[in-house]
């Protein structure tokens, strides 16, 4: 409510919520327009636009800081993946699919960048997120140290139960469902790449 809106409703005695939800409609009509009919519903606690109990997500994003700066590029890498198997994850608990897929990346002087790649067909698969994000990494990653990675999932659509795969997506679209529920029941640490237990002292 704008202050001359304000003003007009002072000068005929409407001071609260109270006052505005029994002045008489009609004199609130001449006095306001159109829109006096709508803040005298507003103060009686009227609303008929539609309940929206949850906003659009417009992206889905994992980072990690690393606790000392990291050399070693197979460390990224590792850590990348395990990224891409939260983002993964999150899409496909959403009912969600990605077209473009982001990598952040900061480096020790807190130089950060970001960059994206853009799918012909969106996805929520682990693989291929992690695919993207590597890509990413090999043409960008400049010279280590590096201080965080992340990976951002973006251009949001919801999940077509109907489209056809090519056999090879359907068993890695298998293979996610059976992480999912293994993940669901045990935790995220379930799950540990092999790569990550190379890399593990």
């Known amino acids: 409510m704008g202050p001359v809106t304000e003003k007009k ?14 002045f008489p409609e009609k004199s609130l009509v001449r006095l306001l327009g159109k829109s006096g ?27 990690t800081t690393f606790p000392r700066d990291v ?17 993964g994850y ?3 608990t959403r009912g969600l699919r990605a077209k473009t ?11 950060t960048i970001t960059r994206d790649l853009t799918l012909a067909e969106s996805t929520d ?8 994000a590597e ?14 990675v992340g990976v951002r999932a973006s251009t949001l659509e919801r999940s077509q139960q109907l489209s056809l795969y090519p056999p090879a997506a359907d068993g890695e679209r298998e293979l996610d469902r059976v992480k999912d529920r293994l993940r ?18």
Do not use: M, N
């Open 184 to 201: 669901q029941k045990y935790g995220r640490e379930v799950l540990v790449s092999a790569r990550r237990l190379r890399k593990d002292p």
């Open 9 to 22: 409703l002072g000068a005929y005695g409407i001071r609260t919520v109270g006052d505005l939800a029994a």
């Open 71 to 87: 050399f070693d590029p197979e460390r990224v890498l590792v850590t990348l993946l395990e990224l891409a198997g939260d983002v």
């Open 125 to 132: 698969s682990d693989r291929e997120i992690y695919r993207c």
């Open 37 to 63: 009919i709508f803040l005298q519903a507003y103060a009686r606690g009227e609303d008929s636009r539609k309940l929206e109990t949850e906003h659009e997500r417009k992206s889905i994003s994992e980072e």
């Open 101 to 111: 897929i982001s990598l952040k990346l900061r480096f020790a002087d807190f130089k």
């Open 135 to 148: 890509k990413l990494f090999l043409c960008h990653s400049g010279r280590p140290p590096w201080r965080l």
């Open 90 to 92: 999150r899409l496909r």
